[in-house]
């Protein structure tokens, strides 16, 4: 996929070209391109006159920033210790099974990028499997063919 000047350009307009928004600026662009492309990083760099590796260096350190091209949908399952206990394990392997990935990998059609996480934090709903910004607690394995059914494209 081609970067799209035009579009990073609204995006740091929008941030008024302010180095201090670089966060801000890279979450946009990869809502955009479900990852950041090294393109797009080098436009950034040259528009707001810092080094590359600079920006790279945020890129990387922040693990809600990606690399590699992501899926349109992103499924999280946790692993905290609530969840593990509750089920969690079972529900991921049935997701990697539905998928045909494994944790950490995006499905071939780029519209699933299955990971872990450690905690959410709301462990009265454990297990709990987020999808995009939608959470399922008390989720089970045999629910994911329904979960993932949400947001298969037809």
């Given at each position: 996929m081609a970067v799209q000047s035009d579009m990073i350009?609204?995006?740091?307009?929008?941030?008024?070209?302010?180095?201090?928004a670089l966060i801000m600026i890279l979450?946009?662009?990869?809502?955009?391109?479900?990852?950041?492309?090294?393109?797009?990083?080098?436009?950034?760099?040259?528009?707001?006159?810092?080094?590359?590796?600079?920006?790279?260096?945020?890129?990387?350190?922040?693990?809600?920033?990606?690399l590699v091209p992501r899926g349109d949908h992103e499924i999280k399952v946790c692993l905290g210790t609530a969840c593990h206990l509750r089920g969690a394990p079972r529900i991921l392997e049935n997701f990697e099974r539905e998928l045909g990935v494994r944790c950490g990998e995006t499905t071939p059609n780029k519209q699933f990028t299955l990971e872990t996480v450690n905690c959410v934090g709301v462990c009265a709903l454990a297990p709990l499997v987020v999808v995009d910004d939608d959470y399922y607690g008390n989720s089970t394995a045999s629910a994911v063919k329904g979960i993932l059914s949400k947001y298969s494209r037809k």
């Amino acid at each position: 996929m081609a970067v799209q000047s035009d579009m990073i350009v609204e995006i740091l307009g929008k941030h008024d070209n302010r180095i201090d928004a670089l966060i801000m600026i890279l979450q946009d662009i990869q809502n955009i391109y479900h990852y950041l492309p090294e393109e797009a990083i080098r436009f950034v760099s040259e528009r707001l006159d810092i080094p590359f590796s600079q920006v790279y260096e945020v890129a990387t350190f922040y693990r809600s920033f990606s690399l590699v091209p992501r899926g349109d949908h992103e499924i999280k399952v946790c692993l905290g210790t609530a969840c593990h206990l509750r089920g969690a394990p079972r529900i991921l392997e049935n997701f990697e099974r539905e998928l045909g990935v494994r944790c950490g990998e995006t499905t071939p059609n780029k519209q699933f990028t299955l990971e872990t996480v450690n905690c959410v934090g709301v462990c009265a709903l454990a297990p709990l499997v987020v999808v995009d910004d939608d959470y399922y607690g008390n989720s089970t394995a045999s629910a994911v063919k329904g979960i993932l059914s949400k947001y298969s494209r037809k």
